[in-house]
């Protein structure tokens, strides 16, 4: 039993040495153009698999990094249901920055409000106002920078200073110029530039300011509001509490968010305010469409592969049909079935494997680091190229199976055939 197992062996371990002598001559004797021609198809046909779906995905991780960065942080305290703010605020944020993994904190004030440009040239009051209603987030503007980086979202005029009492940042969403869309019940502001002089209403309190700029983070919980210096804010609401809306924390570099959670609700915050992670907090809609991306791009992917396994299956049909003589005449003279069959396999695979690294060349050698540097500009994020290595190595392992299988069809249909019908070319 086991001698007969061990010639098995041996035989199996010679089908394979001559199948892939015959495989590397084959290619070497093969065109060169036809070769370069193939493996750059298989390399396209990896990057499909690759780069669609990191595209699709990058589109939406763009927008929710864009998220944890500009708006989040690690962890975000956001006020309880049926609470109007969080209550015991300033002992709440002093928990909060006591925590040894907290870099930086920054607090916000939020109301609606509706803001009116041109109302000094208005001719009648019954002519529709050049208006908008969003929400009025009051800041220190820097204790925010720290944290969430908020003046380098300034697409025009320049960032408040901590003195600028009458100053006011209007997201771009609110501007027609940036948001030029028609809906129902949308009204954006027209014709506004940074100094002018626009009229501030919460509640009850109008107030005039100046623009001093326009921010665009591409994220819509930044770039749908106004904001004003947090004194400015209290003194028109009457906020004499300190009671603020939000508090965003942001964690040094390797800290585990989930860690610091639980330390907040230890301490027993979680009584004022709702504690949540960045990724907790993240709008429902944005992962169900970073789900369907996915999807999409494994879809794009799959007819990518199929085409590369169609391609190889002509590729080595046409191949073996045109050496049809040359198998009769090598199975004649007693090299086996399997050892042919294995010959064309190693074909494919030498294919898969040179297109796969080449691929792998051009991936994180240019177009990931390129992508990186210059992010895709799309209206709603800056999209990544989202390329994990082990979800590459999968979709490289995908294609070397698809292109074997493709190889060993037909090497299996001319292989199978009589071995005198070969020789003498008869059908």
Not at 99 to 128: C, I, M, Q
Not at 399 to 415: E, F, K, N, Q, S
């Amino acid at each position: 039993m086991i001698r007969r197992i061990n010639q098995k062996l041996s035989h199996l371990q010679t089908d394979l040495s001559v199948g892939f002598f015959l495989a590397w001559r084959q290619v070497k004797r093969s065109s060169l153009a036809t070769t370069l021609l193939i493996i750059f198809v298989m390399m396209l046909t990896f990057l499909n698999l690759v780069v669609v779906r990191g595209i699709l995905v990058g589109l939406l991780q763009g927008s929710t990094e864009a998220y944890k960065a500009r708006f989040a942080g690690d962890i975000i305290l956001t006020n309880l249901p049926k609470k109007d703010f969080i209550e015991n605020s300033p002992s709440v944020i002093e928990v909060a920055e006591n925590l040894p993994w907290v870099e930086h904190l920054t607090y916000r004030y939020v109301d609606g409000g509706t803001v009116e440009a041109g109302y000094k040239t208005r001719v009648s009051l019954t002519d529709d106002p050049n208006s908008t209603a969003g929400s009025v987030v009051g800041i220190n503007p820097e204790v925010e920078d720290r944290a969430t980086g908020l003046a380098g979202t300034v697409l025009e005029g320049r960032y408040l200073t901590p003195e600028d009492s009458e100053g006011i940042l209007i997201g771009a969403n609110m501007l027609k110029k940036y948001l030029d869309i028609e809906a129902p019940g949308l009204t954006l502001l027209e014709n506004v530039a940074v100094g002018d002089k626009v009229r501030l209403t919460i509640g009850d309190t109008r107030k005039e300011f100046v623009i001093r700029g326009f921010l665009q983070s591409k994220v819509d919980q930044v770039d749908f509001r106004m904001f004003i210096l947090d004194s400015t804010f209290r003194n028109m609401t009457g906020r004499s509490d300190f009671n603020v809306d939000e508090v965003t924390l942001v964690l040094k570099p390797g800290s585990d968010p989930e860690l610091a959670k639980s330390a907040l609700i230890a301490s027993g915050v979680d009584k004022y305010a709702r504690v949540q992670t960045w990724e907790e907090s993240l709008p429902k809609f944005l992962l169900d469409i970073q789900n369907t991306f996915g999807l999409l791009g494994n879809v794009v992917g799959s007819i990518g592969l199929v085409v590369a396994s169609i391609t190889i299956f002509i590729v080595i049909f046409v191949n073996a049909i045109t050496r049809k003589k040359y198998i009769g005449i090598l199975k004649g003279i007693g090299i086996d079935s399997t050892a042919l069959e294995f010959t064309y396999v190693m074909q494919s695979a030498f294919y898969a494997v040179a297109g796969t690294l080449l691929g792998l060349l051009v991936l994180y050698g240019f177009l990931v680091p390129f992508v990186t540097a210059h992010p895709i500009k799309f209206p709603f994020s800056d999209g990544i190229l989202v390329a994990e290595i082990p979800n590459t190595l999968v979709r490289a392992g995908l294609l070397l199976l698809a292109t074997l299988i493709a190889g060993y069809i037909p090497a299996r249909i001319v292989v199978k055939q009589n071995t005198l019908d070969a020789i003498l070319g008869r059908k």
